[in-house]
């Protein structure tokens, strides 16, 4: 690839010699001759150059002025034999070599080899300081991954974790302004960006304003989901102008950040110097995907906590109510058991077990109805003398039975008569989709009322018949 030399030299016919040596055929080097400082400068503004070569003097200025807009581009300078000491001068300042120019011009033929010497250290330096500067951006980068991951794993607040985000990603890109937050997905809606940290203005503005970034640009990296690069966003056709105090918009990044398929949050930086390119979307891509996968972490840890949060309110709503079903339960003068579809007894309170004079061990394990009435048999709740049955209009006589009836073949209402003597009225109301609820009550005052009106009844017949006879 040929080499562009900017010749900086005053002297017309020096300049043509310089030019012939640098411009020979076997070399191929371009070589731009500017006879003053303004005109190499005009020059390098609608050029770039590879080298200058200057002399020691040119009309408006020295070659010490070259050196002052030159940047990392290399330069040789020229002076005159006997004025060594000012080229040592030089090379202190910052040019890559001298060359003494002696009258025949002799020094030419050793000048391509001198330059092309500066242009290998020159690019040794370069791409030396290129590494070192991507080096450097590598680690900040890696603590910048760091320093979020930090912020998320210790709980910090939203707010907290994205105003760190913006700062990293301020420095990172070397930015003046920036906004970062969560997307928020409304239903049948554009995502639409709830902002947790903005560029405050300050030294911008007295009040202290914070930067509004564009809305247009921020809804166009939303509904692409994808990053947006304007280096001139004046020239956007959704650009609507400066709002009032607000500075002005030289290049804008929108960066979406995803996690799990999902939009998660977006950070959009602006006004660097150079402006954006897809090398900075590569190159942040491994804080991104982190942030996004943290922010993914964050709220599946938020949802877990307002879930636990939903239990322990409802477990203490359900433990009040069912303290308040066991006193309650434990209050009534009946005894209530509840069934489940397969006939198992699930739930009971004191009074049934006393009625029916049960052991708590034997409840406590659930058995099914049919146990219970077993247990009921093997130990003569029933046979000769007791009565299992169904009630007549009055409760009694009650039909003698040598069996209890199992779970299947219990009616709504029957009365038994237990071995020491009392009456209780057992009903099972049958619940929708199997199961039911049974109820146990103490009738034995209730009938022995009845069956003493009956006899006071039969009496009073018998006495009013043979009031009748005697007449």
């Known amino acids: 690839m040929p080499v562009s030399v900017l010749l900086i030299e005053g002297c017309e016919d020096h300049a043509q010699a310089v030019v012939r040596a640098l411009a020979d055929p076997w070399l191929g080097w371009r070589v731009a001759v500017a006879p003053t400082l303004s005109q190499a400068h005009a020059l390098r503004e609608q050029h770039s150059f590879d080298i200058v070569l200057t002399a020691q003097r040119v009309s408006d200025g020295t070659a010490f002025d070259v050196l002052q807009g030159l940047a990392d581009l290399p330069a040789l300078i020229v002076v005159p034999e006997g004025e060594e000491a000012h080229a040592a001068q030089a090379m202190r300042h910052g040019f890559g070599d001298y060359a003494v120019q002696d009258p025949g011009h002799r020094y030419l033929l050793a000048l391509p080899a001198q330059m092309e010497s500066v242009l290998e250290r020159s690019t040794g330096m370069r791409t030396q300081r290129n590494a070192e500067q991507m080096l450097e951006r590598q680690h900040r980068l890696l603590q910048a991954i760091s320093r979020a991951q930090a912020l998320f794993i210790a709980s910090a607040s939203p707010r907290a974790a994205f105003e760190a985000l913006l700062q990293e990603m301020l420095r990172l890109t070397h ?103 897809r090398g900075d979307v590569h190159f942040l891509q491994p804080l991104l995907n982190t942030v996004g996968q943290l922010e993914m972490a964050r709220r599946a840890e938020a949802e877990r906590r307002a879930m636990e949060a939903q239990l322990t309110q409802t477990s203490a709503l359900l433990a009040e109510k069912t303290r308040a079903l066991e006193l309650t339960l434990g209050s009534v003068a009946q005894g209530i058991a509840t069934v489940d579809q397969s006939g198992r007894i699930r739930l009971y309170n004191q009074r049934y077990l006393d009625l029916l004079d049960l052991p708590r061990p034997l409840l406590e394990a659930q058995p099914h109805l049919d146990d219970v009435v077993r247990l009921q048999i093997e130990r003569g709740d029933t046979g000769a003398g007791f009565a299992f049955g169904e009630p007549g209009p009055h409760l009694c006589p009650m039909v003698q039975g040598p069996a209890l009836p199992r779970w299947s073949e219990m009616r709504p209402l029957q009365v038994q008569h237990t071995r020491t003597g009392h009456y209780l009225e057992m009903r099972l109301r049958r619940l929708e989709g199997g199961g039911g609820v049974l109820t146990c009550t103490d009738v034995t005052d209730y009938l022995q009322a009845q069956a003493a009106l009956q006899q006071s009844e039969a009496r009073w017949r018998s006495l009013t018949q043979l009031s009748s006879d005697w007449y």
């Open 175 to 277: 930015s003046a302004f920036g906004v970062v937050g969560q997307v928020e997905h409304v239903s049948g809606g554009a995502p639409r960006l709830h902002v947790h940290a903005v560029s405050d203005l300050g030294a911008q503005a007295r009040d202290g304003t914070a930067w509004d970034p564009p809305q247009a640009l921020v809804d166009a990296t939303l509904r692409s989901a994808t990053p947006l690069i304007r280096n001139d966003p004046a020239s956007d056709p959704g650009a609507t102008g400066r709002p009032p105090g607000q500075p002005e918009l030289t290049a804008f990044l929108g960066l979406p950040i995803h996690a799990a398929g999902q939009l998660v949050a977006m950070v959009g930086v602006a006004n660097r110097p150079d402006g954006y390119g």
